[in-house]
């Protein structure tokens, strides 16, 4: 998959229609997974990654790092404010968007390498995105709901069982 297409899956995904908007949102996540992940896990997933993406990946990485201990809460936490969210809503629809087209571009076997490394709130949420060993690769349709804006105002909506302050997602 190119650049453009990832940049493009994540856009569909997420409803966002402004590229500053999902570049910067796809950074975001990308470094709060990156760092998620042991330093060998995290340059095996890069490798598979578009040059461009790669550089995206990259950005802010230390030598040395050691994996930042990140519950979902806290992840959401770090893409809100990297991408400059309104909301935690937003960075979860962003972060479901963004895994979503990860996991199309990656191998089947580094899929579930990643996923072998989250802790058990944020593997959920891994599953919950579309890709491999999930129910539909194609984009979410209009009977699913549309994710907020990225940067929008809104109220986040009535919580679910499964996560405060968030609407249920379930594929």
């Not at 966002?16 to 910067?24: F, L």
Request: glycine share 8%.
């Amino acid at each position: 998959m190119s650049t453009a297409t990832f940049y493009r899956r994540v856009s569909d995904e997420t409803g966002e229609t402004n590229r500053e908007a999902v570049k910067r949102g796809t950074g975001a996540v990308f470094h709060a997974l990156r760092d998620r992940l042991t330093r060998e896990e995290a340059d095996q997933a890069v490798a598979q990654l578009p040059r461009d993406l790669k550089r995206v990946w990259k950005e802010g990485d230390a030598p040395g790092r050691k994996p930042v201990k990140l519950n979902r809460k806290e992840f959401y936490n770090r893409v809100k404010g990297e991408a400059r969210l309104a909301s935690v809503r937003e960075a979860r629809f962003l972060t479901i968007g963004v895994f979503t087209a990860l996991k199309a571009q990656l191998s089947p076997g580094e899929v579930d390498d990643i996923w072998a490394q989250l802790p058990r709130d944020l593997k959920e949420i891994w599953e919950a995105a579309r890709g491999f060993g999930t129910t539909s690769p194609q984009p979410r349709t209009a009977t699913e709901g549309s994710p907020p804006t990225l940067g929008s105002r809104r109220d986040p909506p009535a919580s679910s069982a499964h996560e405060p302050g968030c609407r249920d997602r379930t594929r």
